[in-house]
Structure formats: structure tokens, C-alpha cells
């Protein structure tokens, strides 16, 4: 009864059409009622003990980097480098919104700001190019969510935070698991641009590639930083999206002077906006989290699930094949707040080191991104690229379908997550 009341308020809030913030709050309190606790003092004491985090500075700071870097040139080099490497090759176009993708992934960690810069930069060039505009469309939306598995990530912060992982392992297990993301749909893309007819651009000469890299180097040294000074133990992952973002600043207004005062205000007034809405979400979940501890949820769940607790690799599929369903109807933040608390307790009764588990969860949490029919990336793309949403869905399935391989690869050899993580994390 319990768990029916909390998910059917917040299904039905959300149902007519009340955002997911002010959802999770009302869910909050028809549990509070049916527990015999409400009081409203309480109600408001979870919303700003959610939100007052040290780990959760990082997400403000890394919204701030990625915006700095899409309008302070950052972003636009690292795609001319992409060009001037794989540009050449059969389907290169694709080649280089992937490679451009991994590459700025590792500069801001946000699935949204990639995605709109990519779709801006590149998906004219591909449809100029010959390219299925739908096709592409799909490509860059697939490549867009690398960003919340190769570290820094913001995906990783909100999930460490909400499970209290180590939000730095966290970091150092996603590098591998996001370039094998990136290396699957490059698959796939292979797959697709070959039996395209469309001629190659001319192979970039050496002086071209020496230019391409000597502007680009300034940004490539931003993953470089934050992740040295994540395994040397120089700074916190809070640390490390305070020194992104001051460091994007520094290269966008003195290095590469693209970015004037007048342009940093609106930068930092798109980066609160977005994160006073992962914020309130944050501070909104918590509600839940704390109302689900007190009700027992997660011991409901686990003798729910007690016959894939002797079996971590069924227990792991089936959680993943839950993520999933709930991923095509809810968002990435909403969905690790409200269903890191309740999934937790359960890894952990079945002896799942929680690190892998976050990296598995996080990375079917950004599939979600691009999953109809809310896919936010998916939206993103669409609205850049004036396009409808069913082109951009029927552009993204062999993508997305090559992803889901690449989860469910790691879910049965959890070895690629793990040796990895014990290699970086020394």
C-alpha cells in the first residue's frame, strides 16, 4: 500500500502535467499523510538539508564550464580538431561528431550543453554534405550522451551524492565504459555511412593538423587537469568544477578573447537558471528519499527481488530492464533521485560493489536522454535542428540500439568496469 500511494501521487501529479519538482513534493506529502507524519516543519527541513551539499557545488560550476566553453571557442576548436583527424574517412562527418563528442564530455559533463553545440556546429555540415538529416540528427543525440559517463560528470555528482559513493572513483570507473560507448556507435555509424554515397572531405594536411591541435590545446588541457588532480588527490571533484570553469573563463576572455563581459553575464545567467531547476530537484527528492528510509521501501524491494539475489547478473538485468521502462517517461536527474534511495539498499544486500553499480546506472540513465518520448536530447536536437521528434527518434534507434549492447556487455563482464577503476584509483 505504501508503495502504491507514493508512486500512484506522483505518476497522477505528473500525469496532469505538474512539473516533476513540485510532483515529488506532493508525492512526499500524501506519504507523509499516510504514515502519520506529516508536519510541515519537517516537509521544509528535507527540502533545504537536499539542497545544502558540498558535493553538490560541482553541478552549478560544471553547468558554468560548458557554457563558457560553447560560447568562448573552446567547443568549436575541439570539433575542428576532429575534422582535421577523421574528417577524411568514409562517413568522416559522423566520425567527427563522435570524436568531437568524447572530447568535450571530458570538459563539462553535460549531456545538453554537448549536445547543442554538436547539433549546431555539425549537423548543417552533414546535411550540406549529403548525409539522411534524420540520420545524423540521431548520430549527434547518440554521441551527445558520452557526456554524463566520461568524467567529469554530472550524472556522477548527483548519483554520488544521493547513494554517498565516492563521487571521484566514481569518475576515474566511467572513463572506459564512455569511450566504449563512443566506440559502439562508431560501429554502428560505420554500419549505416556505408552504404551512403557521399564523397569523402580531402585528407587535412600535416601543417593543418599541427594548427588544428596548437588552437586546441588550451581546452584539451582542461580533462588533463581535473583528471591528474583527481587521482593525485590535489583537489575534490567540487574542487575540480571550480577550477574547470575558472580555467574555461581564463582561455575563453584572455586566450582566445571570444567571450566579452557582456556575453559572461548571459553565461552565468544560463548556467543558474539550469541549475536552480537540478537544484530544486535535488532539494525536492530528498523529501522522498528520507520519507522512503522511514516507510522501508527498500526491504519491500529487496524480498521482492529475492530471486535474483543469488545471482548479481540477473538482479543486474533485471534493475537495468526497470531503468529502462522508467527511462522513457522521466528524465536523468529526477530518475537517479528518486530511485537511487530505493535500488541501494538492494545492491548492496546482493554484495554489488556500488561504484560499478553507479556507472551501469547512470549510463542507462543517460540512454534515457535520448529514449522517447521524452528524451531531453533528443528535444535538444530537434530544436536546433528545426526538425520534428519522431525524424530525430527514427534517426537515433540503430544508435541507441548499439548503447544498450554496450551496457549489457558491461552488466555480464563487470571486469571492464572494475580493473579499470582499481588501476586509475591506484
Known amino acids: 500500500?505504501?508503495?502504491?500511494?507514493?508512486?500512484?501521487?506522483?505518476?497522477?501529479?505528473?500525469?496532469?502535467?505538474?512539473?516533476?519538482?513540485?510532483?515529488?513534493?506532493?508525492?512526499?506529502?500524501?506519504?507523509?499523510?499516510?504514515?502519520?507524519?506529516?508536519?510541515?516543519?519537517?516537509?521544509?527541513?528535507?527540502?533545504?538539508?537536499?539542497?545544502?551539499?558540498?558535493?553538490?557545488?560541482?553541478?552549478?560550476?560544471?553547468?558554468?564550464?560548458?557554457?563558457?566553453?560553447?560560447?568562448?571557442?573552446?567547443?568549436?576548436?575541439?570539433?575542428?580538431?576532429?575534422?582535421?583527424?577523421?574528417?577524411?574517412?568514409?562517413?568522416?562527418?559522423?566520425?567527427?561528431?563522435?570524436?568531437?563528442?568524447?572530447?568535450?564530455?571530458?570538459?563539462?559533463?553535460?549531456?545538453?550543453?554537448?549536445?547543442a553545440a554538436l547539433a549546431a556546429l555539425l549537423l548543417p555540415m552533414m546535411v550540406r554534405a549529403g548525409h539522411d538529416k534524420a540520420r545524423a540528427a540521431g548520430l549527434i543525440a547518440s554521441a551527445g550522451i558520452i557526456a554524463p559517463v566520461i568524467p567529469p560528470s554530472i550524472g556522477f555528482v548527483i548519483f554520488g551524492v544521493a547513494a554517498n559513493v565516492s563521487i571521484s572513483k566514481l569518475f576515474l570507473a566511467g572513463i572506459v565504459p564512455g569511450i566504449m560507448l563512443g566506440l559502439g556507435?562508431?560501429?554502428?555509424?560505420?554500419?549505416?555511412?556505408?552504404?551512403?554515397?557521399?564523397?569523402p572531405a580531402p585528407k587535412a594536411t600535416g601543417a593543418e593538423r599541427a594548427k588544428a591541435f596548437k588552437e586546441s590545446l588550451?581546452?584539451?588541457?582542461?580533462?588533463?587537469?581535473?583528471?591528474?588532480?583527481?587521482?593525485?588527490?590535489?583537489?575534490?571533484?567540487?574542487?575540480?568544477?571550480?577550477?574547470?570553469?575558472?580555467?574555461?573563463?581564463?582561455?575563453?576572455?584572455?586566450?582566445?578573447?571570444?567571450?566579452?563581459?557582456?556575453?559572461?553575464?548571459?553565461?552565468?545567467?544560463?548556467a543558474a537558471k539550469t541549475t536552480a531547476v537540478i537544484m530544486f530537484l535535488v532539494a525536492a527528492a530528498m523529501v522522498s528519499a528520507w520519507l522512503i528510509t522511514v516507510a522501508d521501501l527498500p526491504s519491500k524491494l529487496i524480498s521482492l527481488l529475492e530471486p535474483f539475489m543469488g545471482n548479481q547478473t540477473l538482479l543486474l538485468i533485471a534493475i537495468m530492464v526497470l531503468v529502462m521502462a522508467v527511462g522513457t517517461a522521466m528524465d536523468m536527474t529526477p530518475t537517479i533521485l528518486i530511485l537511487t534511495p530505493v535500488l541501494m539498499p538492494v545492491v548492496k544486500a546482493a554484495g554489488i560493489d556500488p561504484v560499478y553499480f553507479g556507472v551501469l546506472f547512470i549510463i542507462n540513465n543517460a540512454i534515457g536522454l535520448i529514449t522517447p518520448p521524452v528524451g531531453t536530447v533528443l528535444n535538444v536536437v530537434a530544436g536546433v535542428g528545426k526538425m520534428?521528434?519522431?525524424?530525430?527518434?527514427?534517426?537515433v534507434l540503430p544508435f541507441m540500439t548499439a548503447q544498450f549492447i554496450v551496457m549489457f556487455l558491461l552488466v555480464f563482464f563487470p571486469s571492464i568496469v572494475l580493473v579499470p577503476m582499481r588501476w586509475f584509483a591506484g
Open 1 to 115: 500500500m505504501t508503495v502504491f500511494i507514493f508512486l500512484g501521487s506522483l505518476l497522477a501529479a505528473m500525469a496532469l502535467g505538474i512539473p516533476i519538482a513540485y510532483s515529488l513534493l506532493l508525492s512526499g506529502v500524501a506519504l507523509m499523510y499516510h504514515l502519520d507524519l506529516f508536519d510541515a516543519q519537517i516537509l521544509a527541513q528535507n527540502v533545504v538539508n537536499g539542497a545544502d551539499s558540498f558535493p553538490l557545488l560541482a553541478v552549478p560550476f560544471f553547468m558554468l564550464a560548458g557554457e563558457i566553453m560553447n560560447v568562448g571557442g573552446l567547443s568549436k576548436r575541439i570539433v575542428n580538431l576532429a575534422l582535421t583527424l577523421v574528417g577524411h574517412r568514409r562517413g568522416g562527418l559522423g566520425f567527427v561528431a563522435i570524436l568531437a563528442a568524447c572530447l568535450l564530455a571530458a570538459l563539462s559533463g553535460s549531456a545538453v550543453a554537448d549536445t
Open 185 to 199: 556507435i562508431a560501429v554502428a555509424w560505420w554500419w549505416v555511412a556505408k552504404r551512403e554515397n557521399i564523397q
Open 218 to 270: 588550451w581546452a584539451l588541457f582542461l580533462p588533463v587537469i581535473v583528471l591528474v588532480g583527481l587521482k593525485m588527490g590535489v583537489f575534490t571533484p567540487t574542487e575540480a568544477a571550480v577550477v574547470a570553469a575558472v580555467y574555461a573563463l581564463f582561455v575563453a576572455m584572455v586566450v582566445y578573447r571570444e567571450m566579452n563581459f557582456a556575453q559572461l553575464y548571459r553565461v552565468f545567467v544560463s
Open 388 to 395: 520534428k521528434m519522431d525524424e530525430v527518434t527514427r534517426g
